[in-house]
């Protein structure tokens, strides 16, 4: 009993050699999984596994990335090396084509397929190790800094940076997106550097509000970007400073510009009448807030910003306020004269609603247009006392306009294009049309009843 025992507790010297084997064995066998994961490639040194990847298409490494686990590490190590680094982060920004490619090779194409490499390579790390692995690689390339490019103007870095990024948060719920937008407005000071130009004299530091207009509309509002994820980016650029500081970023983003040195021109609103190109980024702007995309945003919010951007930096004339309310689409110009209306600011509705019949007159908007807008508002009184008075301020203002105009032609102020006179035929035209397109509702109204 006591051997049966003992040889039931002990091993002899060959058991406890199979046993060590066994052992022994059980690390290869890792090892050779993840060899396996390698498929053919696991043949092949290191070295001659990355010259290899010298002769594929970013796209093609992108899709090689989602073979394994262990191949995705293997591509995150080659990115990082000196040879990865030449090859996939090109730098020929102030050149838009590739060399060695066929004609038309974009290097935004480029980097939108760099990005989904990067996306796929990381795509099992936390967020913020993603970030920070993508900025370990991009840290050299100076043409994606805020001051980086000595030539801004005739750079496509920021584009480059713009399109990498899209594509590499796409499908990115809006926590994650929250520290992008955190990591790269700390990475960049912006807020240390909106601060100072929204705080400052308008145009008193010209090159920090064109190089930060650039990093915005280049990186973070990328051209052709969803509205949704544009909504997005641009709340987050807006909403952390007060009323006032909004409109004048908005109008550092989206204003107008100088076609030399593409400077933010501050006067343009205030000095004379403007063109649609200088208020469309504006108009585009407000509508992407109005919309159903910026859920931050209430109707009321984008009314008063409307209102503190006709200030920036004096009081606009008013045809460029009408002629922004018509870019900016029916709901929101609707809602903004509606505004007046209800706070009772009649002479202030009338005058805008005749400067909107001269801006259909000069930019070839149908009339008819202005009238129902009119007519729309004209139901947001509350008694027919005030209907009534608006419309009496509306004649009054028609009349004092003309007379106005018609004295400064009599006393022979002129300028180099006329443009006294043509105001007074293009407003002679806007009131004849406007109350043309009156009378045809009114009697079309009448007929009907």
Not at 182 to 211: C, H, I, M
Not at 277 to 298: F, H, M, P, Q, V
Not at 303 to 310: F, G, H, P, T
Request: glycine share 6%; net charge positive; proline share 3%.
């Amino acid at each position: 009993m006591t051997s049966s025992a003992g040889s039931s507790c002990t091993s002899t010297p060959r058991q406890k050699q199979r046993r060590s084997s066994r052992r022994s064995c059980h690390t290869p066998g890792r090892d050779s999984q993840a060899l396996s994961a390698l498929g053919d490639f696991q043949t092949l040194p290191l070295e001659i596994f990355q010259m290899v990847l010298n002769y594929l298409s970013v796209k093609d490494i992108s899709m090689l990335s989602m073979v394994s686990k262990t191949i995705s590490s293997r591509l995150i190590n080659y990115i990082s090396t000196s040879s990865g680094t030449r090859r996939l982060l090109l730098q020929d920004f102030h050149n838009p084509e590739l060399p060695g490619k066929n004609e038309g090779a974009s290097i935004l194409e480029h980097y939108k397929s760099l990005g989904l490499l990067l996306k796929r390579c990381t795509l099992l790390l936390p967020t913020r190790d993603r970030l920070k692995y993508v900025h370990k690689v991009l840290s050299g390339v100076s043409c994606f800094k805020l001051n980086g490019c000595a030539s801004p103007l005739h750079c496509l870095g920021l584009q480059c940076y713009g399109v990498f990024l899209q594509m590499l948060t796409a499908g990115w719920d809006e926590l994650e997106c929250h520290r992008v937008f955190n990591f790269l407005w700390e990475l960049s000071n912006l807020a240390r550097k909106v601060q100072t130009v929204v705080s400052s004299k308008p145009g008193s530091d010209r090159r920090l509000e064109l190089r930060i207009r650039l990093f915005c509309r280049g990186v973070l509002l990328a051209p052709g970007s969803h509205r949704s994820h544009s909504a997005f980016w641009l709340t987050r650029i807006l909403k952390p400073w007060p009323m006032v500081s909004q409109a004048r970023l908005l109008y550092i983003l989206f204003g107008p510009v100088s076609s030399l040195d593409g400077h933010v021109v501050w006067q343009k609103m205030v000095e004379g009448p403007t063109d649609e190109s200088s208020l469309k980024g504006l108009a585009d702007a407000i509508k992407l807030l109005y919309g159903t995309e910026a859920r931050e945003w209430t109707a009321d919010d984008v009314i008063s910003l409307v209102d503190e951007l006709s200030v920036v930096p004096q009081e606009w004339l008013m045809e460029n306020n009408a002629r922004l309310l018509l870019l900016s689409g029916n709901s929101i110009c609707f809602a903004f004269l509606a505004s007046k209306a209800v706070n009772g600011r009649a002479v202030e509705l009338a005058r805008l609603m005749v400067f909107m019949a001269l801006v259909c007159e000069k930019d070839l908007y149908c009339m008819d247009w202005a009238v129902k807008m009119m007519q729309k508002v004209c139901k947001v009184f509350s008694t027919p006392w005030e209907r009534n008075n608006f419309l009496q301020c509306l004649e009054s203002t028609f009349a004092h306009m003309l007379m106005d105009m018609l004295q400064a032609v009599l006393a022979g102020e002129r300028d180099e294009e006329n443009s006294i006179f043509l105001n007074l035929f293009h407003l002679v035209n806007a009131q004849a049309n406007f109350h043309k397109e009156v009378l045809y509702l009114a009697m079309g109204n009448s007929s009907t009843t």
